[in-house]
Structures are given as structure tokens and as C-alpha cells.
């Protein structure tokens, strides 16, 4: 039996079948789909066990990725795929340049202002068309921030963001909890 890794992340869901001959269509849960496309193993739980999917093939299809897997040679084979996340280990994910971040890297490091000032927990990451953004929740002792919503959204940009200091285990940003910038 093959070792399941314990640095799991899920990256994308599976839509269905592509094509005639078991190819996969998967919604990735990162705007490019990077480590789908590079990292030739996946990892599926189906029935409470994981399976492990070694990918023949798998590229960029408009905001999906589509892909060939070993042992699914066939649509029927593909489609009882449908609905299961993708994971992938961590350890296994594309390096990045130095002023790149993957979102599961960020999630959980705490935000402060560029005067110490806990502002609270990344809890999530949303994208849009125009940057990425960060979903900070009150700081984890549980006191509250006079001026500052429960949850706070900061757009992940150069303007706001001024240091991720994944050793430390913040981000620094230029945010006045006053006034919300």
C-alpha cells in the first residue's frame, strides 16, 4: 500500500469526463492551476480512502484544467470521478519566484500594521479579475480592534501588503484600522 502524505492540499475539484477517452475536467481552486498541471500525482479520497492518481497528461483548458490519468482510459471510468477534490502534497508543489506566494502558505499567518497592531488572522484568500485578497478575522485572542470589522478584506497588493514574513508567521500591511486604509 502505497503512503498517503501528510501534507495533503486540495486543489481543485473534478467537474467530470473530457472527451471520449477518460480524460478529467477539474475546476482548480488557484486562478492558474499550476500545481495540477506540473506535479504528476494527485491524490483522491473516495469512500473514506485515498487514491493515489498518477497524471499522464494535463493542461490549461480556459479556466479549467483537463487531464489524462493512469487506469482511466474510458468516459464511464472518468465520470465516477465527478465531485472528488484533488489533493496534491505540498512538498511536491512548482517553486516560486521569490515575491510569490501559494495561498495555502498565507492562510493562518497573522496580519499586523506597520505599528505592531494585531489586525487579525488570514483566514481565506478570494481572487478577482483585478488582484488577489486577503479574508483577515479578528486577532486570535479574541479582542477586538476598535474601528475594525469582525472579518476585513485587504487587496493582496503592493500598495497594502508591505512584507510576508512566512518565518515570523505575518504579513505586515499598511492598514489604518480607523479609517480601513
Same mark, same amino acid.
Not at 488557484?30 to 479520497?45: F, N, P, S, T, Y
Given at each position: 500500500m502505497e503512503h498517503v502524505p501528510t501534507d495533503l492540499v486540495a486543489v481543485g475539484r473534478i467537474l467530470g469526463a473530457w472527451g471520449i477517452r477518460g480524460g478529467v475536467k477539474v475546476r482548480p481552486y488557484?486562478? /492558474? &492551476?499550476? +500545481? @495540477?498541471?506540473?506535479?504528476?500525482?494527485?491524490?483522491?479520497?473516495? #469512500?473514506?480512502?485515498?487514491?493515489s492518481q498518477d497524471v499522464l497528461s494535463a493542461k490549461l483548458h480556459g479556466d479549467t484544467v483537463t487531464a489524462e490519468l493512469m487506469g482511466c482510459a474510458?468516459?464511464?471510468?472518468?465520470?465516477?470521478?465527478?465531485?472528488l477534490e484533488v489533493w496534491i502534497a505540498r512538498s511536491r508543489f512548482p517553486p516560486l519566484a521569490d515575491d510569490e506566494y501559494y495561498w495555502v502558505d498565507l492562510i493562518g499567518l497573522?496580519?499586523?500594521?506597520? /505599528? &505592531?497592531? +494585531? @489586525?487579525?488572522v488570514v483566514r481565506?484568500?478570494?481572487?478577482?479579475? #483585478?488582484?488577489?485578497?486577503?479574508?483577515?478575522?479578528?486577532?486570535?485572542s479574541g479582542e477586538?480592534?476598535?474601528?475594525?470589522?469582525?472579518?476585513?478584506?485587504?487587496?493582496?497588493?503592493?500598495?497594502?501588503?508591505?512584507?510576508?514574513e512566512r518565518d515570523r508567521g505575518r504579513i505586515v500591511v499598511d492598514w489604518d484600522t480607523q479609517a480601513g486604509d
Open positions: 488557484a486562478a /492558474d &492551476g499550476d +500545481a @495540477l498541471i506540473k506535479v504528476g500525482q494527485w491524490w483522491i479520497e473516495r #469512500a473514506g480512502r485515498w487514491e474510458v468516459r464511464e471510468t472518468a465520470l465516477q470521478l465527478k465531485g497573522d496580519v499586523v500594521n506597520g /505599528d &505592531g497592531a +494585531a @489586525l487579525g481565506g484568500m478570494m481572487d478577482n479579475p #483585478a488582484h488577489a485578497i486577503l479574508e483577515v478575522r479578528q486577532p486570535r477586538v480592534v476598535p474601528g475594525l470589522e469582525e472579518t476585513v478584506l485587504i487587496p493582496f497588493v503592493e500598495r497594502y501588503i508591505k512584507a510576508v
